[in-house]
T-cell receptor, first 115, second 115 residues
Framework: AQSVSQHNHHVILSEAASLELGCNYS??????LFWYVQYPGQHLQLLLK??????LVKGIKGFEAEFIKSKFSFNLRKPSVQWSDTAEYFC?????????????FGRGTSLIVHP | DGGITQSPKYLFRKEGQNVTLSCEQN?????MYWYRQDPGQGLRLIYY???????QKGDIAEGYSVSREKKESFPLTVTSAQKNPTAFYLC??????????????FGSGTRLTVV
């Protein structure tokens, strides 16, 4: 079965700092990769996704992620964070198993941005 | 507007009782999922359904049951056999086209508390 590891459980940054959240998955086959964000009191929302093609994916609100197949990684980045980026971030993997895509989420990373 | 509706938002249950959480979607999505969210553990998959009248166990299905009699509805029953049911429950849906999933739309969640 596939698994997803998010190594940073809690991240605290000041505004304008750069952000990189790690995500590694364990699965050798075809995968689809996602980052979701959950702002305080709100639904989970899709931030960006990778299916194929350019491994550098740009999402909403200035976020981007790079798929490195050799490292089984899909790290999330933002050059300059804002206070409004305070949220919980989840990496997710869809791995194809027996004709179906089985979704697995990481444990999440709580990001706090100080103004 | 299309979306996923989970009800109720808050639910209290006495120990030993079964309780059913509702999830309805009007997105015409084929696949639906139930996740449990606990602090520090991220989202864990309880059950999922790729098609009407069919569903599969996720990673933590023990003590839960589901049905998928209609495409729009995927109710989750938390039975008395679930030893630690107090949690936040999230329902999600996705397009399933030829086995591909294109990310998930999440409901607003139901917070279940056992008293």
């Amino acid at each position: 079965a596939q698994s997803v590891s998010q190594h940073n459980h809690h991240v605290i940054l000041s505004e304008a700092a750069s952000l990189e959240l790690g995500c590694n998955y364990s699965y050798g086959g075809t995968v689809n990769l996602f980052w979701y964000v959950q702002y305080p009191g709100q639904h989970l929302q899709l931030l960006l996704k990778y299916f194929s093609g350019d491994p550098l994916v740009k999402g909403i609100k200035g976020f981007e992620a790079e798929f490195i197949k050799s490292k089984f990684s899909f790290n999330l980045r933002k050059p300059s964070v804002q206070w409004s980026d305070t949220a919980e971030y989840f990496c997710a993997v869809n791995a194809r198993t027996g004709g179906s895509y089985i979704p697995t989420f990481g444990r999440g990373t709580s990001l706090i941005v100080h103004p | 507007d299309g979306g996923i509706t989970q009800s109720p938002k808050y639910l209290f249950r006495k120990e030993g009782q079964n309780v059913t959480l509702s999830c309805e979607q009007n997105l015409n999505h084929d696949a639906m999922y139930w996740y449990r969210q606990d602090p520090g553990q991220g989202l864990r998959l309880i059950y999922y359904s790729q098609i009407v009248n069919d569903f599969q166990k996720g990673d933590i299905a023990e003590g839960y049951s589901v049905s998928r009699e209609k495409k729009e509805s995927f109710p989750l029953t938390v039975t008395s056999a679930q030893k630690n049911p107090t949690a936040f429950y999230l329902c999600a849906s996705s397009i399933a086209v030829a086995g591909d999933n294109y990310g998930y739309t999440f409901g607003s969640g139901t917070r279940l508390t056992v008293v």
